[in-house]
């Protein structure tokens, strides 16, 4: 069953300090993960996105990882800021989405940055 | 540039109602879908159009029916409302189909509530 799991479902970390948020994923045939930032009573937002052949893409202060062979991703934030927390949700295209595919979404991890 | 559009932003209905969720863009995009969110769950998507006079179901399609007269413009419409559709519904558009190229833009929902 084509499947995305996100671990922690919550987390809570004091202003500047880093995280990583966990991704992983039982898609296949697997064409790109892309991570979502959604704010409370918002749509999600894209924040970066990797195909197969990538193991790494910034933006800014967020850092994804992908381990395409053991099927997971991280979400790495640095010098985290109180206008991080947010629902961090992970998004996997199966097979080719523009060829009929699909996209697997994560339940999110629900991030909460305290001053 | 407003982006996609999203009224109601909140709705309550009573079992056997009906109503339509309205969406739009302003960005000439070709792709719109409708997805629900509910709590410890991922986005699930209800229909989709890949262009003006094209929709087909996504993986909860039952219950509601969608129609694409324009490019701009993409309702969903509840038949007969049930508490079972109690959840928030987002509308998202792409350039294309395609999520590698191009990442989905969602509005900011609409909280349905059926009692």
């Known amino acids: 069953k084509n499947q995305v799991e996100q671990s922690p479902q919550s987390l809570i970390i004091l202003e500047g300090k880093n995280c990583t948020l966990q991704c992983n994923y039982t898609v296949s045939p697997f064409s790109n993960l892309r991570w979502y930032k959604q704010d409370t009573g918002r749509g999600p937002v894209s924040l970066t996105i990797m195909t197969f052949s990538e193991n790494t893409k910034s933006n800014g202060r967020y850092t994804a990882t992908l381990d395409a062979d053991t099927k997971q991703s991280s979400l790495h934030i640095t010098a985290s800021q109180l206008s991080d927390s947010a629902s961090y949700i992970c998004?996997?295209?199966?097979?080719?989405?523009?060829?009929?595919?699909?996209?697997?979404f994560g339940q999110g991890t629900e991030l909460s940055v305290k001053p | 540039n407003a982006g996609v559009t999203q009224t109601p932003k909140f709705q309550v209905l009573k079992t056997g109602q009906s109503m339509t969720l309205q969406c739009a863009q302003d960005?000439?995009?070709?792709?719109m879908s409708w997805y629900r969110q509910d709590p410890g769950m991922g986005l699930r998507l209800i229909h989709y159009s890949v262009g003006a006079g094209i929709t087909d179901q996504g993986e909860v399609p039952n219950g509601y029916n969608v129609s694409r007269s324009t490019t701009e413009d993409f309702p969903l419409r509840l038949l007969s409302a049930a508490p079972s559709q109690t959840s928030v519904y987002f509308c998202?558009?792409?350039?294309?189909?395609?999520?590698?190229?191009?990442?989905?833009?969602f509005g900011n929902g609409t909280r349905l509530t059926v009692t």
């Open positions: 960005m000439n995009h070709e792709y």
């Open positions: 998202a558009s792409s350039y294309t189909r395609d999520q590698e190229r191009w990442p989905l833009h």
């Open positions: 998004v996997v295209s199966h097979d080719f989405y523009n060829q009929g595919g699909k996209l697997i």
